[in-house]
């Protein structure tokens, strides 16, 4: 018996035939599948002889993964691993490479150099029950416009081999959490382009995948629906899926584990949100105001005070490495000095101030050699 599949290709949904039966369905509805461990997610053993290959706890390795468009380099030799349980924020300012990565990752875009695995596969050669394993909202609007929201939903769960009543429950259940529902009679070219958005983020769901990849899913929706679907994203984690989320709103990397920033092709930075701010900052930073005035260059060789800077007669910012911790340091340096502190407390930086620092960081131009540097590790 053939079992039909759907393949993502060039941004367009195509079925095609696989000898492959489908995967054994998941749990029923979106909140009663058994909860996972992160880390309990099987990686298949696909693709056994290539050197390099991941082991059984990545998700997602790419070795030097480069890709040209004649003599523009979209991406330049990106190494990292992903492991599973974990949520990835992809993040960048446009044409940087984010979306021309994830495409690889996909499979719908080979590399120009290097090598990626996803799931234990290369993405070029994925077997059918590896991409029943994905859910994958692209950018770029690939459902049916003649299609009404429930036919959608239902149709993309029909390829990936749930069966009648099972799939009536899941495509009820994520039109509701995406607030589809009461529309599920409405052909998908008179959705709005927000409702749009919902509905390709429904369709990627409606399976229940162990990897989630979503190429800006809260572009033009709502701030009510954008929490929404972070809440889902972070349920979806405690459970042990994994998720690599790009997004065009740098405030949203206070929702992931690990935020990886692409700059002109290059990741630049691959840290925590914390770590991120320590990284463009140098360190982190408490802002003291004095009683009266006082130089603070007289501590800028204090022990434990990266750097000083004065910000007013009777105040001043300084960078340490661990903010609660150098707080009483500072306070005892200014009285050392002579002077009395009226207030202290940590600075943070907006995340727009922090990514605007990594970007303009200069960063090497891509070898043409495949670059064999360990990947950087993306922890659970």
């Known amino acids: 018996m053939e079992w039909l599949q759907l393949r993502f290709a060039e941004g367009q949904a195509d079925v095609v035939a696989s000898d492959a039966p489908a995967q054994t369905p998941p749990p ?13 997610a099987a990686v298949p053993a696909g693709n056994a002889g290539d050197a390099g290959a991941p082991t059984a706890d990545a998700v997602v390795r790419t070795v030097g993964l480069t890709r040209r468009f ?7 030799g990106i190494d990292l691993v992903v492991r599973p349980g974990t949520v990835l924020g992809v993040v960048g300012p ?5 979306t021309t990565t994830i495409r690889m990752l996909m499979g719908s875009l080979a590399p120009s150099a290097g090598e990626a695995w996803v799931l234990g596969e290369r993405p070029q050669a994925f077997t059918a029950p590896t991409r029943e394993r994905i859910g994958y ?10 299609l009404t929201v429930r036919e959608n939903a239902d149709f993309v769960a029909s390829l990936y081999g749930l069966f009648l009543f099972r799939r009536r429950r899941r495509v009820r259940a994520v039109l509701e959490l995406l607030g589809l529902w009461d529309m599920r009679d409405r052909r998908a070219a008179k959705l709005s382009g927000g409702e749009r958005r919902r509905l390709e983020l429904a369709c990627a769901l409606v399976h229940e995948p162990v990897l989630l990849v979503l190429d800006e899913p809260t572009a033009g929706v709502d701030p009510i629906l ?6 889902e ?29 692409i700059a002109r092709g290059q990741l630049v930075a691959l840290d925590s ?3 991120l701010r320590r990284r463009a900052l140098g360190g982190e930073v408490i802002e003291v105001a004095t009683a009266a005035t006082f130089d603070a260059a007289a501590l800028a060789d204090h022990p434990g005070i990266r750097n000083v800077r004065q910000t007013g007669l009777r105040s001043f910012q300084a960078v340490v490495d661990d903010a609660g911790s150098a707080a009483p340091v500072v306070v005892e340096a200014v009285a050392a000095g002579g002077g009395e502190v009226a207030s202290v407390r940590e600075l943070k930086p907006t995340f727009e101030e922090i990514f605007a620092a990594l970007v303009e960081e200069p960063v090497e131009a891509p070898s043409d050699e495949v670059q064999q540097s360990p990947p950087q590790v993306i922890a659970a």
Request: proline share 7%.
């Open 28 to 40: 029923d509805s979106v909140d009663d599948a058994p909860a996972r461990a992160p880390g309990d």
């Open 70 to 76: 004649d003599d523009v380099v979209a991406v330049g």
């Open 94 to 98: 446009s044409g940087s490479g984010k």
């Open 137 to 146: 909202m692209p950018q770029s609007f690939i459902l049916y416009p003649e």
């Open 226 to 231: 954008r929490r929404t679907i972070w809440d």
């Open 233 to 261: 994203i972070h349920r979806l984690r405690d459970r042990g899926v994994t998720s690599i989320v790009t997004t065009q709103y740098v405030t949203e990397a206070e929702e992931v584990d690990q935020v990886a920033v």
């Open 273 to 275: 949100p914390g770590g």
